[in-house]
């Protein structure tokens, strides 16, 4: 049984990228208003099983994509879960993919099998029905109608019907026993006219006979003469072509003795004219240059005489580089200096000042102080313990007043509850009333369980209060706590801001912690307080009102005396608590004040070890130090400053000496100006001898460019005139003259040559094959052979040959006109043949008749197993779902034997014709016949149902009950139910896909 799980379209119509889930089991609703594409999905799970659509069909192509296809997920029970992928292919049908689960693959044959065999008609005549067959029914007579629906009990089509009445038509159009006009009846005719026709031919076959051997040896001396003539004429045009190659070769030899006279001039060097020309030419060229190259040589000698450079310019050139480098630090120390002269006087200013400052203090020696890293790093944890214990001294003495002021409120309490109790006297007194009322009313212990009650309450409100108050303390020492803790951190304070922040987090602990148990608390006694009201509900009775209102009046008496009594107590445990921890934090307060006292000693110290007074607030230390610190920075950047600029004169004095001593080597007057104009001076002095300088350098490289040239040119005409030379001994001649004769024979020599390689080709043209060419030429050449007399002798031959031709074919024609003299109205062999043709056109129409007659039994056969083996079980079912869906109303459905009809029986015993009903009822019966077809093909093949609006045109009650029929019928099989209808979809209970525009 196979189930569809998901459908994937790659492209598809309207569909891109588009992908549904369906489940297992019920019916499965496809919704979708028109042009939503319910037609395009099933067309798209119609390609995937049998094929995209053929050119000419709607073939659904997506324009906006190159994608064509998709993917359909099924479960099998005898393949499992399979993929079955068809995409654009070679084919028109595409390229079909299946996945198994076991990871193989498959084509279209292991789809057959998925299929199991099931063909395109067999799907949609049983798988799938629409609305437009239902329409079909409204548009046909009876007889059409009982036909229909006849054959949609068959094969759920109107296939079967339609090719048996093609088949009985086709065989009419071959055959009919009295007919005239049939294919077959009138080839039958024309048969026995071709007979008659050939019996009066068969008196004359015995000369026609003759006359037809005649014509064959006629036509087969013609053929040899023919080829005999066809040799004749090669061989005439085979000795025409000798006489020919005589006359070449005759001439070829002529041009060899010729040659061989001057073979001597072989030896002369190819182009050897136009070369030795050339070589002259370039020989007077050449000297022409080198005579030119001579005299520019000469006057750039003059004029680099001119150019000579003043005396040790070397060397005071090197002293004018190093000067040039140093010039511009020159300036720049110079303005370093003014500038150190300027910063050593401001931190002179600065550090006086600081000097001052530092003085306020008292008498103090700047040079003893000491100011490092390690002096700042012991001041910090100096400052940081003394802060510790000045921030605990403060917050024992604040915590000293808040128990002091405590103890005062506590003992004021005590007071107060003290003159609220009875006294022990009092207290005796009314016991002893109670006990007497106990005894009157017979020792009841009720008003023990009330006492007990009260009590319960009264601790329960006093825990409360106490809590509260507890809560409020606790909550407010930790706010403190961590706005102290916040202050710390802002002041930079770490350690201080560490430990108070330790301090809060443990006791914002037991704050939470004190929280959860007095909760547990009040809990248990609320649980007590419930049971002491039941049992007060369980033991009440009738008393005397009297003596129990004074009962219950003393009872108050005394569990007021006794709450307070408890709360005395509690105060005063509480005032004993407070005292014990007054009496520790007196002792801690003492102990923190010996440490800020040793916290001084060591402050004092640490000052006289790195030479700082010690009449110094540490708070104000830090400050000091930074002072301190700034005033030997200051010292340290003068120092500095004026040890550089000592530095920078002295090598501004060493530049100034380099100066004075080049200008005085270069110049022959004494230049009084400042340094800047004695720099300039020798600059310009530089620049003129530079120019010399380039200017001799560029004479003297001109001057080696001329030489190399020189050089080139000699070495030229060396190798032009060994090049002439070279030609003089390739033509074996000593002077100019000889070599220009031999040329003269040379040219003589390579016309010969190549008028003899003319005749050659010509010869070659004849005669392709070397070997064969050499043969005849030598054989042409001797005086034996003689082509003219050959070609005679063949030409007579030709002749004869071409006579007996003329005179055979005379006769074969003489002889064809005796034999069509004979066939007056037509060949015997076009009759004989005509008659053969019509003979086998008969017999493959008779072929053809006898195929279609064997088609039609086996139909005829077909319909009767169907209506004798399956109708029944079709009819039964039929019947079944058809009473289902009228509700009873037509209870029977049946086929009377022999008869392609169908008749229904109302619940009242009338029945009727399909036609005689309404077409609501005409679809429903329909219906009925399609689904049992289809669940009769589910015992062997079950694919899904498709029914695409099959129930829109059947009143909601009969609508219902169909509904009803699907729903029973999708368990044993997977329904697809496509509409655009949505109260029709609501009426369906199943997986519902909605699709949209």
Known sequence: MMRLLKVHIYGYGKWIDQEWSFTRDGIQIIQGNNESGKSTFMAFIFAIFYGFPKKGEKQYIPLSVNAYGGTVTAHTEQFGTVVIERVKGRLVKGD???????????????????????????????????????????????????QYLY????????????IEKQTATQMDELFKPRGKKTEMNVIAKQLEVKERELTKWEERVSEYEHLKSNVTLLEQRITDLKSEQKTYIDQIKEKEKQKTLKELATSWKEKQIQLEQLVHVKSFPANGIERLNALNEKLIETKSELKDVQVKEELLYSELQKLKPVASWNESKQDLDELKLEEKLYYERLIEIENGEKMATKVKEDMEKVSEEIRKEGPIHLDNIIVNANMKSEFELLKQEV???????????????????????????????????????????????????????????????????????????????????QQFVFFIITLFLAASSIVMFIMNEWGIAFLVSL????????????????????????????????????????????????????????????????????????????????????????????????????????CEKYGLPSNIHYNNMRSFIDMCEAFLSYRNKYNEIIENNIKLKKKCMQFEEKVNHLVTRLCSDEI?????????????????????????????ERIEHLQEVKTRLHIEISEITQAIEHLFQLANVKE?????????????????????NHFWVQMKMMYSDDQHLHRLVEQLLSEQSDPTKELQLVQEKNEACLNEYESAREKLLYVKNEISTLEEDGSYDELVQGFTQLKEELKTLAKKWATLSVSMVMIRELKRLYEKEKQPDVLHSAQLFLSKMTNGEYPRLFAPLGEERFILERKDGIRFDPSEVSRGTCEVLYLSLRLALAMKFAQSDSLPLFMDETIVNIDKQRRDLIVGVLDQFSKN?????????????????????????
């Open 96 to 146: 079909v993919t299946v996945y198994f689960s076991d990871g193989s693959l498959g084509g279209e044959q292991e789809l057959r099998e998925i299929l199991q065999d099931i063909d395109e008609k067999t799907f949609k005549g049983i798988f799938h029905f629409d609305l437009d067959s239902l329409n079909s029914l409204g548009m046909m007579n009876a007889d059409n109608l009982n």
């Open 151 to 162: 054959d949609a009990g068959l094969s759920g089509s109107r296939s079967l019907a339609e």
């Open 387 to 469: 802060d510790v214990h000045n921030w605990n001294q403060k917050r024992l003495k604040s915590e000293l007043i808040q128990l002091e002021e405590h103890i005062k409120q506590l003992s004021t309490e005590l007071s107060s509850i003290e003159s609220e109790m009875l006294t022990e006297d009092q207290v005796k007194d009314i016991e002893n009333k109670m006990n007497k009322g106990k005894e009157k009313n017979g020792g009841n212990n009720n008003e023990a369980l009330t006492s007990q009650h009260n009590f319960i309450i009264n601790h329960y409100h006093s825990v409360v209060k106490s809590e509260k108050t």
């Open 503 to 606: 301090f809060t987090v443990v006791l914002f602990s037991v704050f939470i912690w004190k929280i959860v148990s007095v909760k547990k608390i009040l809990k248990s006694i609320e649980k007590e307080k419930k049971d002491y009201q039941q049992k007060l509900m369980e033991n009440e009775f009738d008393e005397d009102d009297e003596s129990t209102f004074m009962l219950n009046k003393w009872h108050d008496i005394l569990h007021e005396h006794s709450e307070k009594k408890k709360q005395y107590l509690l105060c005063e445990n509480k005032m004993n608590d407070i005292r014990e921890r007054l009496l520790k934090v007196e002792k801690d307060l003492q102990l923190y004040e010996g440490k800020l006292e040793s916290n001084h000693d060591s402050i004092h110290a640490w």
């Open 672 to 700: 009084k100006s400042t340094m800047r104009q004695k720099i300039k001076v020798l600059q310009q002095i530089v620049k003129n001898q530079e120019e010399k300088q380039q200017l001799r350098i560029k004479k003297e």
């Open 736 to 756: 100019e003259e000889a070599y220009r004769r031999k040329a003269i024979l040379l040219d003589d020599y390579n016309r010969l040559v190549e008028e003899q």
């Open 973 to 997: 099989r997977q329904v697809i139910f496509l509409t655009c209808h949505r109260h029709i979809a609501d009426s369906i209970i199943g997986n519902r896909i909605f699709l949209q525009k």
